[in-house]
């Protein structure tokens, strides 16, 4: 009996802010690996999620949402979205109902002209009455003709099992890109300062989220628990006082918000230090952005 072929390939899902990317990076997974929040901006880097089967290797590539840029930051930003087109065996185009119209033409033009096999996601499809579906599926097939679009639900798992198997088909033969027992391309400490911008973004509203960054100065693991310190950097000093308020009880929630996901992200128990400093301007700042991991 002949062994089946091993297939390995780059998904890229790219679209605009809050249509449900990580979501379905998620759902796909059967786990938690990007940070979710209604919050636009809320992935920042991309991000490699690795499905492995016995005789295939999906290697999704969750991208931050198309802006337009106002930060340095943002710039490479959508360098990152950039870089996900140039090696994806399968492109994912993603929108959502609650999105009226196509925001980046020049993004949907480079795509459309692309070779690579295509897919366009229709998300969000438990918000809305088959009256709207259809109306948004014809509305779509304007924009992208002869273009396959799949209606789905991301948060409620609809036709997420299909699609995953439909990628695993059209990926080609190729031995697996990474190590089979990996999660990602990032390592732990990533995960950790995505868990504090979380936290961050669940708790804080206006511009004070988006001028946070989190650098995780040490990771220390022992057989029953993780022990962390991390440092939430700011741009201004009202921010910090924002972050920490009165008596330390704000970031206290910050930290145990990270601590409940992060102990059920690496199963197990946590302790975190957090400490708020303040760093003028990084986000315009090229050499923090590279420090950050924004820039190569």
């Not at 490699?48 to 005789?55: A, E, Q, R």
């Not at 295509?118 to 009455?129: A, E, G």
């Not at 995505?194 to 057989?223: M, N």
Request: with cysteine; glycine share 6%; hydrophobic share 40%.
């Amino acid at each position: 009996m002949s062994k089946a072929p091993h297939r390995s390939g780059y998904i890229s899902i790219v679209g605009n802010p809050n249509v449900g990317k990580s979501t379905l990076v998620n759902a796909l997974m059967g786990r938690d690996l990007s940070i979710t929040s209604p919050k636009a901006q809320t992935t920042r880097h991309r991000i490699l999620g690795l499905i492995n089967g016995d005789h295939f290797q999906l290697v999704l590539s969750d991208t931050p949402g198309i802006i337009e840029p106002a930060y340095e930051m943002h710039s490479s930003m959508m360098d990152f979205v950039k870089e996900s087109l140039t090696d994806a065996d399968v492109l994912l185009y993603m929108t959502s109902m609650e999105e009226k119209k196509i925001k980046d033409e020049a993004l949907v033009e480079r795509i459309k002209k692309s070779k690579i096999p295509l897919f366009v996601l229709l998300n969000k499809i438990d918000t809305s009455s088959q009256e709207e579906l259809e109306s948004a599926v014809q509305e779509l097939s304007c924009v992208f003709p002869n273009v396959k679009i799949l209606p789905i639900s991301a948060l409620t798992g609809f036709f997420v099992p299909e699609l995953l198997q439909m990628l695993i088909d059209l990926i080609p033969e190729s031995p697996p890109y990474f190590p089979k027992d990996q999660l990602s391309d990032k390592p732990e400490i990533f995960f950790v300062n995505e868990a504090i911008r979380k936290s961050i973004l669940e708790r804080y509203d206006k511009e004070v989220p988006y001028a946070v960054e989190v650098i995780t100065e040490s990771f220390k693991e022992e057989e029953k628990i993780i022990r962390i310190r991390a440092v939430i950097l700011v741009e201004r000093e009202t921010q910090k006082g924002i972050i920490i308020g009165h008596k330390g009880e704000k970031l206290k929630k910050v930290g145990m918000g990270a601590r409940k996901y992060l102990e059920s992200f690496f199963g197990k128990k946590i302790y975190i230090e957090l400490f708020v400093k303040v760093q003028k301007n990084w986000r315009s700042n090229p050499q923090q952005l590279k420090r950050f991991g924004y820039k190569k």
